[in-house]
């Protein structure tokens, strides 16, 4: 199957290899498990569970939903926009460049058309209809955020990536040219050629895998993305760290932090962050405006598929946290925005309006999954 991707080797494995974080056949993270972030009290989320349980991990309406084409049109007036087009897919347009974030524009987080968690509703725009992009972002090798039908037609574009080591292995066998790939070990940084944009790979506390025998053979990243004027964080997934606070140290304080609160669970703290320790994370780094990701697109835990914004909500103004929360495909100006209109509330406020509102289909999937859940 195509959509698995590709297992790396030659030089690009010997590369993978002389990293520190290479723990002989795989890489590591590189801190224990901080005390609380794994409740291992709570029970593992069985097949069952995930495939049947909780009562709203799905919204009951379409979401809010803007087309930005015309917003694109004309550049911010403070040279850095961010529109959130679903999940972990991110726009950032950063002093005339265009940056996109883990983009997933398939129907499904998995690698068959037929089964797998899907998507709510699709992306507010065509993958035909983008804007040219400079530069794609690719975080990790989970299904959510490296998407196989996207890189197909991304590779037709010409478009340059920058991932985390081994992954390019990926690309490469879905047609995306080796030239255009660059690949970063944590703490190393990529110029776009003829631009004063960097790249830079920091750390993140998760976990990497397509199938059932390739747990971890490639790398994962958070991304620092600075032009002289402006400095964004992208956490891609990940648990609780301390980290942080060194990433906080290299590189100040950033314009924009998007952090990822969805798909969180007790006994999974040490690899994903939920919005309470998304919180903690955006302290950790010094603040600055807030702009949640890895939520409102697939049903990837058991909580309600709104619980990370409510959340967000309560806790984010008494911690002083600036909540950039846009409706999907709204393009926003950080530090422009006052104020959050909780949006996602219309969407029951719709569904209970009607007489006989149609209930989501729950998703299908195998008896045991093949791939891994992130």
């Known amino acids: 199957m195509k959509s698995l991707g590709k297992r790396p080797e030659g030089l690009r494995l010997e590369r993978m290899k002389g990293s520190k974080l290479w723990a002989g056949e795989s890489f590591r993270n590189i801190h224990p498990i901080q005390p609380g972030l794994r409740d291992t009290s709570a029970p593992r989320v069985t097949i069952t569970e995930f495939l049947c349980g909780g009562e709203r991990r799905v919204p009951g309406a379409p979401l809010p939903s803007l087309d930005p084409l015309a917003a694109w049109a004309k550049p911010p007036d403070t040279g850095l926009r961010a529109t959130w087009l679903g999940h972990s897919t991110v726009l950032i347009e950063i002093d005339g460049l265009r940056v996109l974030t883990d983009p997933v524009w398939g129907p499904r987080a998995s690698p068959s058309r037929l089964a797998g968690p899907k998507r709510f509703q699709p992306v507010p725009v065509a993958m035909r209809a983008m804007?040219?992009?400079?530069?794609?972002?690719?975080?990790?090798?989970?299904?959510?955020?490296?998407?196989?039908?996207?890189?197909?037609?991304?590779?037709?574009?010409?478009?340059?990536?920058?991932?985390?080591?081994?992954?390019?292995a990926h690309l490469e066998a879905w047609g995306v040219a080796p030239e255009l790939i660059t690949e970063l070990d944590w703490w190393q940084s990529h110029t776009l050629p003829g631009s004063e944009l960097t790249v830079t790979a920091s750390p993140s506390q998760h976990f990497s895998g397509r199938g059932l025998k390739d747990r971890n053979a490639t790398l994962w990243s958070s991304l620092v993305i600075r032009t002289p004027k402006h400095s964004v964080f992208f956490s891609g997934d990940t648990g609780l760290t301390s980290e942080y606070t060194a990433i906080h140290e290299r590189f100040g304080k950033f314009d924009l932090v998007m952090l990822e609160v969805g798909a969180f669970h007790p006994s999974w703290g040490d690899i994903h962050l939920g919005p309470e320790h998304a919180l903690e994370a955006l302290a950790l780094l010094g603040g600055g405006a807030f702009l949640p990701v890895h939520w409102g697109t697939f049903s990837l835990a058991l909580h309600d598929w709104d619980a990370p914004a409510e959340t967000l909500l309560a806790l984010g103004p008494k911690q002083g946290a600036q909540l950039v929360m846009p409706r999907l495909g709204e393009a926003v100006e950080p530090s422009r925005v006052e104020a959050v209109t909780p949006w996602w509330r219309e969407v029951d406020a719709r569904r209970h309006s009607k007489a006989k509102a149609t209930e989501p289909v729950p998703m299908t999937l195998p008896k045991e999954m093949p791939w891994p859940v992130d």
Not at 149 to 158: D, F, N, S, V
Request: net charge negative.
């Open 131 to 168: 804007p040219p992009i400079d530069l794609v972002l690719v975080s990790h090798d989970h299904y959510d955020h490296l998407d196989y039908p996207t890189i197909r037609e991304l590779a037709k574009m010409q478009v340059p990536f920058v991932t985390s080591l081994g992954v390019g």
